[in-house]
């Protein structure tokens, strides 16, 4: 008897935690994505091609984006009633000719911008495919050296391994083979999405919705040309978001295998991804609770037990092969620090060359650089103490600098102008897409990202239920981990590409659970029951 009361208290306790869980996530992302919308309507940021990563801010069509709002809406209650009076084949033939469509769309317009574009990788995706191909050849080691490239950054050596392989089989310096393979990922991570919808729903309506939706995500394919982590890490990502919902239904081990190497990856090819482990270590141990099912927990325990062991595997591997000895970098809280400083343009929280200047003022030494940084960063946190006005400023200024900006440098990374060496030429779409046609991609991507945004507000009010399945909004999650890490880190509209990728297919299904509730509130007439009729 004692025995079974113990167990009745441990559940109720479980789900206490379970539902406690879901409302967290639902009130947390209604209030971030709620302030979203709302600045979404009202201004947009940007940053130009082509000058200093500079952001701006201009006023933006509160009449346009709410009429955009209401097309989302008018085409999901479309399809809403559309599949009401069609059969399943016809459903089915609708979702697939969607998908393709926009699976073909992404397809060739990443390999026209690819190469129209003629971007050139410089900076951090030069040290990548550069180091790579040095070490093929094995002509230069320097980058490993104190105060080297990966001496400072070595968590890119992850990235930097993978890119060495890809290189083998395709060539040295061959960066346009890594930009075919961002965009194969590209247009992968439409598909997962698809898949990920397909667990969570079966209706014609929200599957086509999410391939209409994604034929307006252009930052993705813009993305293509860029030589670095980002596409990978967002296929990855989402891969792992639906093998985790896969092993949900089926309990197959091969989805939890599958699950574990899909998070290796993705923090191998960007050290970001932490985010998306966090937010799915945090929803599967409330789901552990729930079920029981601890095949989850050893399945993360894997996945991270695999990603610090391939680090060090491939720290020891360069080590030997280069003679450098393996250095730890520049410490984290240098570029928490910098996330909370103007730079010389007065933006808050992007790049002014911080934490490498506090790395060689202490010559080097790990420790001394660290005390050095939190020094800092405490003089920072006392003047927004003593200025709470400016602090508010500030972190609004940050915030909606890499948040409300449609592109997401999209364009400012990714496209050359016809003065550069070896850029499009003059005159071409490719050129004038950096140039003069600017401001009307932007004003396309304005207009998508606040139906997404507004979306996702729906998402996080109607779908996220004390009990419901919390593996479900494991990628909502990592959004609202993202968006609390961008107030911290250093700040840059390209770090909040992948969590608007992932929040498309959840935009769909929250414009469809509106249309589905206005639906069912209408067939009910309750207004009718109140005047007695």
């Known amino acids: 008897m004692g025995e079974t009361r ?18 967290v996530v639902q009130i947390v992302g209604c209030v971030i ?41 008018g085409v999901m209650a479309g399809l809403f009633l559309l599949e ?28 026209w911008w690819i190469h129209s574009s003629a971007h050139i990788p410089e900076g951090d995706q030069a040290f990548i495919y550069g180091g790579a191909s040095y070490f093929i050849e094995g002509t230069n080691f320097q980058f ?31 960066y346009q083979a890594f930009e075919i393979i961002c965009l194969v990922m590209a247009v992968g991570s439409i598909y997962f999405g698809y898949r990920i919808l397909l667990e969570m729903t079966k209706s014609m309506a929200v599957i086509t919705g999410y391939n209409l939706l994604m034929l307006g995500c252009l930052p993705l394919w813009l993305y293509a040309p860029w030589v670095y982590g980002d596409i990978p890490s967002i296929f990855f990502g989402m891969l792992a ?11 197959k081990v091969r989805y939890l295998v599958v699950l574990a190497f899909s998070f ?15 937010a799915a270590i945090l929803a599967i141990l409330l789901y552990v609770l729930k079920t029981k099912e601890w095949k989850l927990v050893l399945c993360f325990v894997l996945a991270v037990a695999l990603t610090e062991g391939s680090y060090a595997a491939i720290n020891r591997m360069y080590e030997v092969r280069s003679g450098y000895e393996h250095w730890d970098g520049i410490p984290l809280v240098a570029w928490i620090t910098m996330g909370v400083q103007e730079n010389w343009d007065g933006s808050c929280g992007w790049y002014n060359n911080y934490p490498k200047e506090a790395y060689y003022s202490q010559e080097g030494d790990r420790e001394a650089t660290e005390k050095k940084a939190r020094q800092d960063l405490w003089a920072r946190m006392e003047v ?55 401001f009307e991609v932007l004003k396309i991507c304005d207009r998508w990202q606040a139906v997404v945004y507004l979306g996702m507000f729906f998402y996080f009010l109607l779908a996220v239920k004390k009990d419901g399945n919390i593996l479900q909004h494991v990628l909502a999650v990592t959004m609202i981990g993202g968006f609390f890490f ?32 206005v639906r069912a509130f209408w067939a009910a007439k309750p207004w009718k029951r109140k005047n007695g009729v």
């Open 384 to 438: 927004f103490r003593n200025d709470p006005s400016y602090a508010k400023a500030f972190f609004r200024k940050k915030i909606l600098s890499q948040w409300n900006a449609p592109l997401y440098q999209a364009l400012y990374f990714n496209a050359e102008t016809p003065e550069d060496t070896g850029g499009p030429k003059a005159g071409t779409l490719a050129a004038k897409m950096g140039g003069e046609l600017f």
């Open 144 to 174: 490993f050296a104190e105060g080297g490239y990966f001496g400072m950054h070595p968590r890119q050596m992850g990235l930097l391994a993978l890119c060495e392989l890809l290189f083998r089989v395709a060539g040295t310096y061959n």
């Open 264 to 278: 290796v990856l993705a923090m191998l090819v960007r050290q970001n991804s932490m985010i998306l482990l966090v």
């Open 84 to 111: 009401k009076h069609i059969g399943d084949r016809w459903k089915k033939i609708i979702c697939l000719t969607s998908l393709a469509a926009a699976l073909v769309w992404t397809a060739a317009a990443g390999w």
């Open 33 to 73: 994505f709620a302030a979203l919308v709302w600045y979404s309507f009202r201004y947009t940021q940007y940053v130009l091609p082509g000058g200093y990563e500079t952001p701006r801010e201009m006023h933006d069509s509160m009449l346009k984006n709410g009429l955009a709002a209401a097309a989302a809406l």
């Open 486 to 517: 961008s107030i911290l880190y250093e700040a840059k509209a390209r770090y909040i590409l992948p969590y608007y990728v992932m929040m498309f297919p959840f935009a769909a299904y929250g414009y469809w659970l509106v249309v589905g509730g």
């Open 241 to 251: 978001a639906w093998m985790l919902l896969r092993y949900d239904k089926k309990r």
């Open 6 to 23: 113990m167990r009745d208290k441990i559940r109720k306790a479980s789900d206490g935690l379970y539902h406690a869980g879901n409302r």
